[in-house]
T-cell receptor, first 111, second 116 residues
Framework: KNEVEQSPQNLTAQEGEFITINCSYS?????LHWLQQHPGGGIVSLFM???GKKKHGRLIATINIQEKHSSLHITASHPRDSAVYIC?????????????FGTGTRLTIIP | NAGVTQTPKFRILKIGQSMTLQCAQD?????MYWYRQDPGMGLKLIYY???????DKGEVPNGYNVSRSTTEDFPLRLELAAPSQTSVYFC???????????????FGPGTRLLVL
């Protein structure tokens, strides 16, 4: 069974700090997704990656397939980054659409 | 484009009642998904569809039914509501399979359901 573990569960930081959120998984995957869930509940896809690193604005996502680990970094954090960040993995099985989701990391950025 | 829309936003049901959660997208996406999110738990896939007329079970399909008669609409039916179905339900869509090189899912705003 594919397990997805995120750490930390909760993170509070001051505005401007560099943030790192981690995701570990237990089986081989074809891709990993990072999503952001706003305080109002809406969910937005941030990244999908299968190797290396992707950057979008102040957000950077990295993945190490051999170590079964991904990190999401936020540079120069801002209160509007406060949200729950969710990691989801796409198993290597062929022919299904079944992502396995982590329980999320709740990030609070204090002004 | 409105993206992915869901109705209602919130509903209270009595045990044994039935209801349909509506989901529509105007992006001409082939793939549509229904997830539920329970407090402290990760999203779980209920059903998904790869195109009109084609649906398949996800991880937690029991107690639910779906249909996909058009590309735009993907309603989720609860036949006999149970307290265990209290959750927040999200509909999502994508143009291509989620395992594609660039594909992302677009989520609706969610429906909060309380079964008493």
């Amino acid at each position: 069974k594919n397990e997805v573990e995120q750490s930390p569960q909760n993170l509070t930081a001051q505005e401007g700090e560099f943030i790192t959120i981690n995701c570990s998984y237990s089986v081989g995957i074809s891709a990993l997704h990072w999503l952001q869930q706003h305080p109002g509940g809406g969910i937005v896809s941030l990244f999908m990656l299968s190797s290396g690193k992707k950057k979008h604005g102040r957000l950077i996502a990295t993945i190490n397939i051999q170590e079964k680990h991904s990190s999401l970094h936020i540079t120069a954090s801002h209160p509007r980054d406060s949200a729950v960040y969710i990691c989801a993995v796409d198993p290597s099985n062929f022919g299904n659409e079944k992502l396995t989701f982590g329980t999320g990391t709740r990030l609070t950025i204090i002004p | 484009n409105a993206g992915v829309t869901q109705t209602p936003k919130f509903r209270i049901l009595k045990i044994g009642q039935s209801m349909t959660l509506q989901c529509a997208q105007d992006m001409n996406h082939n793939y549509m998904y229904w997830y539920r999110q329970d407090p402290g738990m990760g999203l779980k896939l209920i059903y998904y569809s790869v195109g009109a007329g084609i649906t398949d079970k996800g991880e937690v399909p029991n107690g639910y039914n779906v249909s996909r008669s058009t590309t735009e609409d993907f309603p989720l039916r609860l036949e006999l509501a149970a307290p265990s179905q209290t959750s927040v339900y999200f509909c999502a869509s994508s143009l291509l399979p989620i395992r594609g090189p660039k594909e992302t899912q677009y989520f609706g705003p969610g429906t909060r359901l309380l079964v008493l």
